[in-house]
């Protein structure tokens, strides 16, 4: 029953996050609990990888933000605000990969992007495991 609970607590959380335009985010604590988050400071080129898995990113509720000296880019629709540019620069620190669950806690901080890593990560947590269970309902 608490399952059941939970996961139509869940359910809602998400309709009334799709229900928010991606654009209007101005700070990375709007997103929790509707959005995961990946940091990268983009010394790699990541955003053909990104795009590649861009499926599997939107299942995990996935959002990425790829920091470059000049500009942040986002797989949200439309360009990224200047205040959460301004909290993104923020949070990236010591290691130029960093990612944050729902809850707005940091779970990973790598020194490159492994997505099959983060998947992996993010498929452990018990928040993820109720998403996949609930989809076999």
Do not use: C
């Not at 983009?42 to 990113?57: G, V």
């Not at 629709?77 to 909290?87: F, K, N, R, T």
């Amino acid at each position: 029953m608490r399952i059941l609970i939970w996961v139509l607590s869940m359910t809602t959380m998400s309709v009334l996050a799709s229900s928010k335009s991606d654009a209007s985010f101005l700070h990375l604590s709007e997103m929790k609990w509707q959005y995961r988050i990946l940091l990268i400071q983009d010394r790699h080129d990541y955003q053909q990888t990104l795009t590649n898995a861009s499926a599997e990113i939107a299942d995990r509720h996935l959002v990425w933000f790829l920091v470059s000296p000049s500009q942040v880019v986002s797989n949200l629709a439309g360009s990224v605000p200047e205040p959460l540019q301004q909290d993104v620069r923020q949070r990236l620190s010591d290691k130029p990969v960093v990612l944050i669950g729902k809850d707005g806690g940091t779970k990973m901080r790598e020194e490159r992007l492994s997505l099959p890593s983060i998947f992996s990560t993010i498929d452990s947590m018990p928040m993820r495991q109720a998403e996949m269970n609930s989809k076999l309902l």
